[in-house]
Structure formats: structure tokens, C-alpha cells
């Protein structure tokens, strides 16, 4: 399987996860896309980077070989498929009231723990 195939399956698959599976629906929300130019600038900035220095480097055999900023664009779409895919299992879970306990603030249970233990 060719890096291609594989973003665009992932893309394939987080869309289909955002609209079908936990229906978050953020691909049809104006706030996800007008957000998503400051994800990509990042990404642009980061991928071309590593791929413009030599760090990161793809088989020509792999990638269609369109380059955005030293980058090849499956580069984009995987990305795309990852924050895509993050974002929307975080607000699913944020409808299900689901968060982590302790509450930012709150501390650590052991910590809780630690300071009643001192105000006795």
C-alpha cells in the first residue's frame, strides 16, 4: 500500500467516523474551517521543515509526488484525517459529559489526599 492510499483512507475513514459513526458533524461547522488554515500553516511549517532538510524522507514510489512547501501532499491529507478524527472523538465525548477527573485545578486525588492528611 502506498503512502497515497493510505492518507487518503484515513481521510476516508474520518470523515466517515465524523458524519456517520459518533456524528459530531464538524466537517459541516464554519467554526472547524475556518480554524483549520492556522492547523495547516503549522504543519506546512513543521513538514517543510523536516522534509526540506532531509530529515523526513519519502519513496517516490510511495507519494504522488506533489510537494507543498517540501512536503508531499498525502502529508496534508493525513493530517487532515488525524485532527479531523481527534477532534471529533474529543466532542463526542465532551456531549457525553465525559472529562477527566480531577478538573483542572482540582490537583491529583493523591495530592487531595497529601493535603488533608497536612491539615490534620
Do not use: C, H
Request: hydrophobic share 55%; glycine share 10%; aromatic share 12%.
Amino acid at each position: 500500500m502506498t503512502y497515497t492510499v493510505a492518507a487518503l483512507l484515513g481521510v476516508a475513514g474520518a470523515v466517515l467516523v465524523d458524519l456517520w459513526v459518533l456524528r459530531t458533524r464538524l466537517l459541516t461547522k464554519v467554526v472547524f474551517w475556518a480554524t483549520y488554515p492556522i492547523i495547516i500553516t503549522f504543519q506546512l511549517l513543521s513538514n517543510g521543515i523536516l522534509t526540506g532538510r532531509g530529515i523526513v524522507l519519502y519513496s517516490p514510489d510511495a507519494i504522488i509526488g506533489w510537494r507543498i512547501a517540501y512536503a508531499p501532499v498525502e502529508d496534508l491529507f493525513f493530517g487532515f484525517a488525524l485532527v479531523l478524527l481527534t477532534l471529533s472523538i474529543w466532542v463526542w465525548l465532551g456531549r457525553r459529559g465525559v472529562q477527566r477527573t480531577p478538573a483542572a485545578g482540582e490537583g491529583s486525588a493523591l495530592l487531595r489526599l497529601l493535603r488533608s492528611k497536612i491539615k490534620s
